[in-house]
């Protein structure tokens, strides 16, 4: 799960990548916990970007075992 705090959710997006850079999600966050189904996607490493106005927030590294 994804979790915002004090934050205008308004223009909030994630954004899912591959390690080759390739976009497999880009969904628009609507909620202060925000869901992110993973189980279709092989193990090894993914990276996620929150972004505010196309500014990226925050970025985090994903490790799928």
Do not use: H
């Not at 390690?19 to 189904?37: E, F």
């Amino acid at each position: 799960n994804l979790s915002v705090i004090k934050m205008d959710l308004t223009n909030l997006t994630f954004q899912l990548f591959d390690v080759q850079g390739k976009v497999l999600v880009d969904q628009k966050i609507t909620a202060n916990q925000t869901s992110i189904v993973m189980e279709t996607y092989a193990a090894g490493s993914y990276f996620l970007k929150v972004t505010n106005n196309n500014t990226e927030l925050k970025s985090f590294k994903i490790i799928k075992n």
